[in-house]
């Protein structure tokens, strides 16, 4: 069973920036690639970005193209999203995901889910 657990959220102002961590407990998460998918108020779940096993890959949304950054650390067994130039429409719960697999943009492919850390981006 793997536990993935959020940090880094919070309330930030337009433009701004934020760095969320996942990191996991009760199993190394080197043999899994990751996701970031965020769901706002109302809204389905959807994707924000992805991260191959080694790192070598990395997939994002149209809308934060060019704004955030999603990078790992094997070696402290975290995922990061680094995220720039925070737009109101970025506000939503964020979720760290694993997949045993490849990387996608749809959840079905990611089998372990945290329980999500809030961004707030006010205008």
């Known amino acids: 069973q793997v536990q993935l657990v959020e940090s880094g959220g919070g309330l930030v102002q337009a433009g701004g920036s934020l760095r969320l961590a996942c990191a996991p407990s009760?199993?190394?998460?080197?043999?899994?690639?990751m996701g970031w998918f965020r769901q706002a108020p109302g809204k389905e779940r959807e994707f924000v970005s992805a991260i191959t096993l080694r790192g070598g890959i990395t997939n994002y949304a149209d809308s934060v193209k060019g704004r955030f950054t999603i990078s790992r650390d094997n070696a402290k067994n975290t995922v990061y999203l680094q995220m720039n130039s925070l737009k109101p429409e970025d506000t939503a719960v964020y979720y760290c995901?694993?997949?045993?697999?490849?990387?996608?943009?749809?959840?079905?492919?990611?089998?372990?889910w945290g329980q999500g850390t809030q961004v707030t981006v006010s205008s």
């Open positions: 995901a694993s997949s045993p697999g490849g990387i996608g943009a749809s959840t079905s492919i990611y089998n372990y």
């Open positions: 009760g199993r190394t998460f080197r043999s899994f690639a």
